[in-house]
């Protein structure tokens, strides 16, 4: 950190940062990751295992965040509607519509909860700017819009 510009985040895993910096200039930076929940993401981001680089619009990251709400991610450890991969999870978008509302009705009609939705989407998703008080080191969790 003294020889090289650097930033240090507090409280917070390294894609949360990536995410925090990319969206704080989107126009001038690109975040490099093989990670697919980089899709939850409005920025230009490399993938350097498959050589692909894609411009991840605010539509595209934010249906793509519906679907991760749907089915979890069982590499990061955590569930998310039970029996729902990514065909069921779109589907379920395509059918029912790409809202908020679409994923805790189904959540509803598989015996979960709304919690349990709200939860799935806050691990879900990559901090963005503005989610995280750089002062305070304290992350503003991610509110459906109403």
């Keep these: 950190m003294n020889e090289y510009p650097s930033e240090m985040f507090p409280n917070i895993e390294a894609d949360d940062a990536i995410g925090i910096l990319a969206t ?3 126009d001038n930076r690109v975040a490099v990751s ?3 929940d980089f899709g939850t993401l409005p920025i230009t981001w490399y993938n350097h295992q ?7 619009s605010d539509a595209e990251a934010n249906h793509f965040h519906l679907v991760q709400s749907l089915m979890g991610d069982s590499t990061d450890g955590f569930t998310g509607l039970r029996g729902c991969g990514p065909r069921t ?3 379920l978008l395509d059918k029912n519509g790409a809202t908020w509302g679409t994923v805790v009705d189904a959540y509803k009609a598989k015996g979960q909860t709304a919690e349990d939705a ?4 806050r691990l879900a998703r990559i901090l963005r700017h503005g989610d995280y008080n750089k002062e305070t080191n304290e992350v503003k ?6």
């Design 50 to 56: 498959k050589d692909v680089l894609r411009i991840v």
């Design 24 to 26: 704080e200039d989107p």
């Design 141 to 146: 969790l991610w509110q459906p819009e109403s």
């Design 34 to 36: 093989a990670d697919k």
């Design 89 to 91: 999870a779109e589907k």
């Design 118 to 121: 709200l939860l799935t989407a």
